[in-house]
């Protein structure tokens, strides 16, 4: 474990959160094996479920289709969890505000660690799996993918790959300075899409630090009416963390799509969103 990671550092890198999300992939015949592989591995303060049926907020399946499910739950919401899906309409809820639940359905594996969860310098449990898992010759890794987000927060997008061998190189990397001119290049790509070039524009590009801080203006009307027309920023906030998730999977760097952005001195009137990649670091 000495030369790898956490496989949450970038996100502590970034201060982001408030939950890190971990999801991976394999081969479809690797299903059995994942299973068996998880439930060898010695997983520290974690207990283990197992379910089969419809399990809404899983940390991997889907909620609309029967599965089954092995929950490993770090042992101070282990009966909580289990209280939730022995119900009629089985849910996932947690007795305290931070937790730890890794998941396996079928050919996915996925963990969510709920405020940071309970791994640290005193747990590596997690990560010790997550490197097993790919480097086990019994499986095939398809991809991958590092997320951050949840309880309102937008997601930020850290790292995918579709590999065991980027996933192995990524847990010993450093933090390297980005290539803004390659991240300018790549977001004006995303948009230039027809679907999107329609209704977005790239506004002002400001380097700090290590991360290109951009706004992207929307083709709306001005209103100096506060939460009235024009405000709901919920499709352009989906639609602009696809264009982060590109272009942070591209450049290989975090990016999310942040909040609305304003015309200088004037709140009341909305010209677009904010976008961000890279670290918040500042030179030395």
């Known amino acids: 474990m000495s030369t790898f990671q956490d496989w949450f550092w970038e ?3 970034c201060g982001q959160g408030p939950h890190y999300y971990f999801s991976a992939t394999f081969a479809p015949s690797d299903a059995e094996r994942l299973a068996t592989l998880v439930r060898q591995h010695p997983l520290s303060g974690f207990e283990r ?3 089969v049926g419809k399990l809404i907020n899983a940390p991997c399946g889907n909620s609309n289709t029967p599965g089954s499910y092995d929950l490993y739950v770090d042992q101070s919401n282990y009966a909580e969890v289990m209280s939730g899906i022995q119900r009629n309409e089985p849910i996932v809820t947690v007795a305290h505000c931070i937790w730890q639940i890794i998941g396996v359905c079928d050919r996915n594996f996925s963990i ?3 405020y940071g969860g309970i791994t640290g310098t005193d747990n590596q449990a997690d990560t010790s799996l ?5 480097q086990s010759p019994e499986l095939t890794l398809v991809d991958w993918r590092v997320v951050s987000g949840g309880d309102g927060y937008a997601s930020v997008f850290f790292r995918t790959g579709t590999s065991a061998a980027e996933l192995l190189a990524y847990l010993q990397m450093q933090p390297e300075k980005p290539d803004f001119i390659q991240i300018e290049r790549e977001l004006r790509i995303a948009l230039s899409n027809p679907a999107l070039s329609k209704i977005y524009r790239l506004g002002e590009c ?10 992207v ?3 709306i009307e001005k ?14 906030t989906s639609e602009l963390s696809k264009v982060a998730q590109t272009v942070s999977d591209k450049c290989k760097i975090p990016g999310c799509a942040g909040g609305a952005a304003h015309a200088p001195n004037d709140f009341y009137t ?12 500042q030179e030395r």
């Open 217 to 219: 203006l929307h083709n």
């Open 206 to 215: 400001k380097i700090n630090g290590w991360r290109l801080e951009a706004i």
């Open 11 to 13: 996100i502590k890198e």
């Open 49 to 51: 479920c197992h379910f």
């Open 270 to 281: 909305l010209i677009g969103s904010h976008l961000s990649f890279g670290y918040p670091r």
């Open 112 to 114: 969510e660690s709920g």
């Open 223 to 236: 209103t100096t009416s506060y939460g009235g027309e024009g405000w709901d920023m919920t499709p352009h």
């Open 130 to 134: 997550i490197i097993a898992l790919a």
